[in-house]
């Protein structure tokens, strides 16, 4: 898998079916999510984002492990609309850990990558206890026979990890024993970032496994400078909306600054390795 160097996470608003949605009927607020979604990918990748998660965000408070028919029907059809106007990966993230239904959803309308929050492994959550099931989702895709990439949390956020506390062990099992095409790190909730030492240390762990690493929480325009060294993509959700608040409406001016910024200094990284490749030659 081409893992991207940029994504943008679209907070999907209440679908059919979640607490939040109640009162409307399940067409109208489809037709008002979709036309959402598709308009807010539209926009990342007109600013120079290489890919998108789509997330059910709003579908507080969130099943543990399987979601609901109308929701796999929803983000379905909510993911082929977005996959048919974008030319960038599209990733798909059913909350809280139902990889099995984000795999089927990706690999029926074309999508490139789902994210699972707990793929090996048992964490600890407000949802309560949630196992990984990497063994699963594994065969599950060579099944299906599909191209989807799988991203994985390591001590996914909002939650606490009861298997391995190490940090640089738990990149080792996800990205090794449970396959993972690359993992993520984040903060300890929504839009808080990663400690920088803890930051270093997995970099330095997946580095010498080869395992593609992204940073999936508290990713800013202040702070990208430090964060962007260490790894080898960015998932940026809250910083983006208006007001920087997780779930609000996406900020245009936001999502251009902060691409304009990201490849302004991957740009200049390129061109320090190929003057440091070239005084080598030399």
């Known amino acids: 898998m081409r893992i991207p160097k940029l994504i943008g996470v679209v907070h999907l608003p209440p679908l059919p ?3 939040l949605a109640h009162g409307e009927h399940p067409v109208d607020i489809l037709q008002k ?5 598709v308009e807010e990918a539209q926009m990342l990748a007109q600013a120079g984002y290489d890919g998108v998660i789509l997330e059910n965000f709003g579908d507080t408070p969130f099943y543990k492990d399987q979601v ?21 990966q599209v990733g798909i993230n059913v909350l ?30 407000d949802q309560g206890l949630v ?7 594994i065969r599950e895709r060579a099944r299906l026979n599909v191209p989807v990439g799988i991203l994985a949390d390591v001590h996914v956020k909002h939650a606490i990890t009861l298997s391995s506390f190490d940090l640089g062990l738990a990149i080792e099992e996800v990205g090794l024993r449970a396959m993972a095409d690359g993992v993520i790190i984040t903060g300890r909730t929504t839009g808080r970032l990663v400690d920088s030492q803890a930051l ?11 395992i593609p690493l992204l940073i999936g929480s508290g990713a ?24 920087g608040v997780a779930g609000a409406p996406l900020d245009l001016k936001r999502t251009k600054d902060f691409a304009s910024q990201f490849l302004k200094m991957s740009k200049s990284k390129k061109t320090k390795k190929r003057d440091s490749a070239s005084k080598k030659r030399k």
């Open 68 to 88: 609901p028919a109308e929701t796999v029907a929803a983000l379905s059809i909510i993911a082929a609309a977005v996959r048919e106007v974008v030319d960038i």
């Open 220 to 243: 800013n325009s202040e702070n990208l400078k430090e964060i962007q060294p260490w790894v080898d993509g960015i998932i940026v959700g809250s910083h983006l909306r208006k007001g």
């Open 200 to 210: 270093q240390y997995a970099s330095q762990v997946a580095r010498a496994h080869k």
């Open 131 to 137: 196992e990984g099931d990497a063994a699963f989702l």
């Open 33 to 37: 999510v979709g036309m959402q979604a």
């Open 17 to 19: 079916g979640s607490p």
């Open 96 to 125: 809280r850990n139902d990889g099995k239904s984000a795999l089927a959803i990706a690999a029926v309308t074309g999508c490139d990558f789902i994210r699972v929050n707990v793929l090996s492994g048992l964490a600890a959550t």
